[in-house]
């Protein structure tokens, strides 16, 4: 088993989640998953923006950790983002620390 298998990973995204960042950000969680992740903790404290490629990346990722039995976890999400996760309902979906 990998070690991105036996352990948490954590992805600290820099910046504003939008347009093409966006679709680099999918690619990377797409490659960590790849990696045979289980457990990843998206560290969001330089982020102050996500558009919806964003969320739907992260909704993505948190589907296919529940089926292999982990999960996903936020941290250092802005009130912004947090708002927003509330607003879509989502804050029922995710793991927001």
């Not at 347009?19 to 982020?47: C, K, P, Q, W």
């Not at 990346?57 to 976890?73: F, P, T």
């Amino acid at each position: 088993m990998s070690e991105a298998a036996t352990s948490a990973v954590t992805v600290s995204p820099e910046g504003n989640i939008i347009g093409t960042i966006s679709r680099r950000f999918r690619e990377e969680l797409t490659n960590v998953l790849a990696a045979g992740a289980i457990n990843i903790s998206i560290d969001m404290h330089l982020v102050q923006m996500i558009d919806s490629t964003g969320i739907g990346a992260i909704v993505g990722v948190q589907k296919v950790l529940s089926e292999r039995g982990g999960g996903l976890v936020l941290t250092g999400v802005s009130d912004d983002i947090q708002m927003m996760v509330k607003i879509m309902h989502l804050d029922k979906h995710l793991t927001i620390r």
